[in-house]
T-cell receptor, first 113, second 113 residues
Framework: DAGVIQSPRHEVTEMGQEVTLRCKPI?????LFWYRQTMMRGLELLIY????????DSGMPEDRFSAKMPNASFSTLKIQPSEPRDSAVYFC???????????FGQGTRLTVV | GDSVTQMEGPVTLSEEAFLTINCTYT??????LFWYVQYPGEGLQLLLK?????DKGSNKGFEATYRKETTSFHLEKGSVQVSDSAVYFC????????????FGAGTRLAVHP
């Protein structure tokens, strides 16, 4: 298996633009997590899904952030409109049914200018 | 609430020195405990894990023992190498928590020849 695949690896966008980050979890995994990593706040859990259903989105910073998981093999994290303070590395991770190990993607480095 | 406290970095060591990175957690029930490692520009990788009290996780010369009485999971290595330079994250999954990972702030390790 190719592991968790995130795209794009790098994204530079202007403030106010919409940004969509993508994640393909490992085939057969049923839990998916979105994390944000910054120097100031470390690793923050934004939202997670189980069997494609959002379980807890209390970590989503504000209404500008939204996430979807339309099927077991794809998830998106959207920021609209983006702001400079959203600049961070965003990670996606998936966990198999038996758990507990989480497998992380390589991350998307987002820069909002 | 659930949380992880780990040693602040950076930790700077000479090659072949002994490494300890302290980690304590606050959780109810019987969480599973993990150490993840992040090399520059990459996602997090599982280094080792322990799923019940007194278990010892080990990998690549690193070890950590699940101490429920002290709610600790300290990471140790007897002789570090330059290639061990990375950021180390202590984490746990709460009991019955959909394998959601709670991370510590991370400890940066720099090993010099």
């Amino acid at each position: 298996d190719a592991g968790v695949i995130q795209s794009p690896r790098h994204e530079v966008t202007e403030m106010g633009q919409e940004v969509t980050l993508r994640c393909k979890p490992i085939s057969g995994h049923n839990s998916l997590f979105w994390y944000r990593q910054t120097m100031m706040r470390g690793l923050e859990l934004l939202i997670y899904f189980n069997n494609n259903v959002p379980i807890d989105d209390s970590g989503m910073p504000e209404d500008r952030f939204s996430a979807k998981m339309p099927n077991a093999s794809f998830s998106t994290l959207k920021i609209q409109p983006s702001e400079p303070r959203d600049s961070a590395v965003y990670f996606c991770a998936s966990v198999g049914q038996g758990g507990p190990e989480a497998f992380f993607g390589q991350g998307t480095r987002l820069t909002v200018v | 609430g659930d949380s992880v406290t780990q040693m602040e970095g950076p930790v700077t060591l000479s090659e072949e020195a002994f490494l300890t990175i302290n980690c304590t957690y606050t959780a109810t029930g019987y969480p599973s405990l993990f150490w993840y490692v992040q090399y520059p520009g990459e996602g997090l990788q599982l280094l080792l894990k322990a799923t019940k009290a007194d278990d010892k996780g080990s990998n690549k010369g690193f070890e950590a023992t699940y101490r429920k009485e002290t709610t600790s999971f300290h990471l140790e290595k007897g002789s570090v190498q330059v290639s061990d330079s990375a950021v180390y994250f202590c984490a746990f999954t709460p009991s019955g928590g959909y394998n959601k990972l709670i991370f510590g702030a991370g400890t940066r390790l720099a090993v010099h020849p």
